[in-house]
């Protein structure tokens, strides 16, 4: 039995010892709080077309490779690799000794087995247009996996630190099958915990994680509050720790409060009226260019995003080098824009319903898109929905126009392929142009910049022609964070990577 004595002893070198630190200094232990725009649509990246699913996979599973603040390729879950055949083969070499979460061993033969899951027709995965151009995946041995392709594909390694990189469980998949969305299984850093729809989303620390340095904190808990409002007075009270997307109204503020830490960096989204290029009135050109013509993308940055980020006149943003920056067509002309409506046979305009999010930022752009399309003679409604039930209907295709947004890719063909060509796995506006088609696939096959440049200059134009899509805005890459969070690297693609994370104690 311990004395009071004792007790106040033992206190006083508890006091005194203060947290468990790193060699280098970093703090362990604790738990960090997020707040994020929506709640997650599910635990399987192979399956996943929600950027909100992506902030919590970068830290439950591992990929083959990761990109870095400047977009360079770094080892991840393969430690090495070779390009071979003129950019037909890559060959890697895996680290050793990786476990998934639980307990199965991570090999070639799971990167074959994830390749082949990712391809099957028959899971529907939004990553086989992805990784389309696959043509075999051969074991070499246990460390080292051959993946030959049927055609030089630059892109390869970039859509690798995506969710096509991201190597699921076969245990677990065969395990939960259809439930295995509810049970994720990865070799990150964090292990799932627990997920309660529109609550919370637990993650704790993978003590089995292949960098035994790693990770610093114990546990991660997203917590989804849709409203931007709701979500910066949780941040600014201490409520949480991490704020996932801000509205830009509130950007300011946040700079001048105490405690908190603002980050603006160029991003990589696009934010568009998706048209239904099958569906009337869409379906007709004319009609899609009067839309193109009577937005006015300046008003819509200036207003709905206080000047930040930069008006988008196709699916490259000024990050990228891809970008178009001689392109001067996309500005507001309400007389070519009427032109246009005559031309397809719609001189006194026309009515239909957009969808879009509910949610503060969305709604403002589209109420202002309505008051300028009413000046051309057509009626906009706008029907607003929750996020899960518009990725739905997006998905499904159920919709005449839609609002909504990308997140980007590193390499351009991220933000244009799979929403430009014919078998694009998320061309849900149904847009097919065999020129179109022609020019992604060169630029996907080229190496040289210069080259890629000019092809996708050529994509910037004919998409402006054809207007599937109405681009609206690119958005800036801003995160929010407390004082007391440490160690946080803030990379254009906006993916929260915990790992390397701490909390200061005081």
Do not use: C
Request: glycine share 8%.
């Amino acid at each position: 039995m311990r004395t009071p004595v004792m007790l106040g002893v033992l206190a006083a070198l508890v006091f005194v010892s203060g947290p468990a630190r790193t060699a280098t200094g970093e703090v362990r232990g604790g738990t960090i709080r997020i707040g994020m725009d929506a709640d997650m649509t599910t635990m399987d990246p192979h399956r996943s077309t929600a950027a909100v699913d992506r902030q919590v996979y970068n830290n439950l599973y591992g990929k083959l490779v990761d990109i870095d603040a400047k977009f360079g390729i770094v080892p991840q879950l393969a430690q090495s690799w070779e390009i071979r055949n003129g950019g037909l083969t890559y060959v890697f070499k895996l680290r050793k000794g990786v476990k998934f979460h639980d307990g199965s061993d991570f090999t070639a033969e799971i990167v074959k087995w994830n390749f082949d899951r990712m391809r099957d027709p028959a899971l529907a995965s939004p990553r086989r247009s992805e990784i389309a151009p696959v043509k075999e995946v051969r074991v070499v041995d246990a460390a080292t996996v051959e993946v030959t392709l049927t055609a030089p594909f630059s892109p390869f390694l970039s859509v690798l630190t995506d969710r096509a990189g991201m190597m699921v469980s076969r245990a677990a998949v065969e395990k939960y099958g259809e439930d295995y969305a509810r049970n994720p299984v990865g070799t990150g850093p964090f292990r799932f915990v627990e997920w309660v729809k529109d609550d919370h989303l637990t993650l704790k620390r993978f003590d089995g994680y292949w960098d035994a340095s790693l990770p610093h904190l114990d546990e991660i808990v997203y917590r989804p509050v849709p409203d931007h409002s709701v979500r910066f007075a949780a941040m600014r009270t201490g409520q949480i720790d991490v704020m996932h997307q801000i509205a830009p109204k509130d950007v300011a503020a946040a700079r001048a409060e105490r405690g908190l830490k603002v980050s603006e960096i160029a991003s990589l989204w696009w934010q568009a009226i998706h048209l239904n290029n099958q569906v009337p009135p869409f379906n007709v050109k004319a009609v899609r260019q009067a839309i193109w013509y009577a937005v006015d993308r300046a008003v819509i940055q200036r207003v709905v995003y206080y000047g930040q980020g930069a008006p988008a006149w196709g699916p490259f943003p000024p990050s990228m080098w891809a970008q178009d920056r001689e392109f001067t067509d996309w500005k507001r002309d309400v007389a070519r824009a009427k032109a246009k409506l005559a031309e397809g046979g719609m001189p006194n305009g026309f009515s239909f319903a957009v969808k879009g999010w509910n949610q503060p930022t969305h709604v403002q752009e589209l109420q202002i898109v309505q008051a300028q399309l009413k000046e051309i003679g057509v009626d906009m409604k706008i029907e607003l929905l929750e996020f899960g039930k518009l990725l739905a209907d997006l998905n499904s295709h159920t919709f005449v126009a839609l609002r909504i947004g990308w997140s980007g890719r590193p390499d351009p063909d991220g933000n244009a392929h799979v929403f430009l060509h014919s078998k694009g796995g998320l061309n849900r506006v149904r847009y097919s142009n065999p020129k179109m088609d022609e020019l992604l696939d060169q630029a996907r096959a080229e190496s040289d910049i210069g080259k890629r440049k000019a092809l996708y200059v050529q994509v910037t134009r004919l998409a402006a022609e054809d207007a599937p899509y109405a681009w609206l805005h690119h958005d800036a890459e801003i995160k929010v964070w407390a004082d007391h969070v440490k160690g946080f690297e803030h990379i254009s693609d906006g993916m929260l990577r915990m790992k390397g994370v701490w909390i200061e104690t005081r």
